[in-house]
């Protein structure tokens, strides 16, 4: 038990970690900061109720939905009709070709291609 705890708070003091994104034009709070690795790594251990996957699952709904609400235009709704784990998949594959970099950038990546295809013409 004292070994799940430390485990427990370990992971606790790296959520609570920030940087800066690449150009340090803005902070990055929680399990952004971590790699893509860390987030694929999570992924597999998810049968046993992974506190770490759960926090990225949750990390990535959080940040596409505020991209949604506040960063795109009002009439454009760049998720409807995706889900969680189609989100998540498209995550997945772009950490596999990165794992080194950080997990922030992969839910951008997919944000902006969201942003791309709700703005295209149909």
């Known amino acids: 038990m004292k070994v799940a705890c430390v485990a427990v708070l370990m992971f606790g003091l790296t959520i609570l970690d920030t940087k800066s994104d690449a150009a340090d034009t803005f ?3 929680g399990v952004g900061n971590l790699s893509c690795g860390a987030f694929v790594a999570a992924k597999q251990q998810k049968e046993t109720v992974s506190i770490a996957y759960t926090a990225f ?7 596409v939905s ?5 960063i795109t235009e009002r009439d454009v709704d760049i998720l409807k ?15 596999r070709e990165c794992p080194l970099e950080r997990f ?3 839910v951008q990546a ?4 969201l942003v791309a295809k709700a703005k295209s013409p149909k």
Do not use: H, I, Q, Y
């Open 27 to 29: 902070t990055v709070l």
């Open 57 to 63: 699952r949750s990390w990535l709904a959080g940040f």
């Open 66 to 70: 505020a991209m949604n609400m506040w």
């Open 81 to 95: 009709g995706r889900d969680n784990d189609a989100l998540e998949a498209w995550v997945e594959k772009w950490c």
């Open 104 to 106: 922030n950038l992969a």
């Open 110 to 113: 997919l944000s902006m291609e």
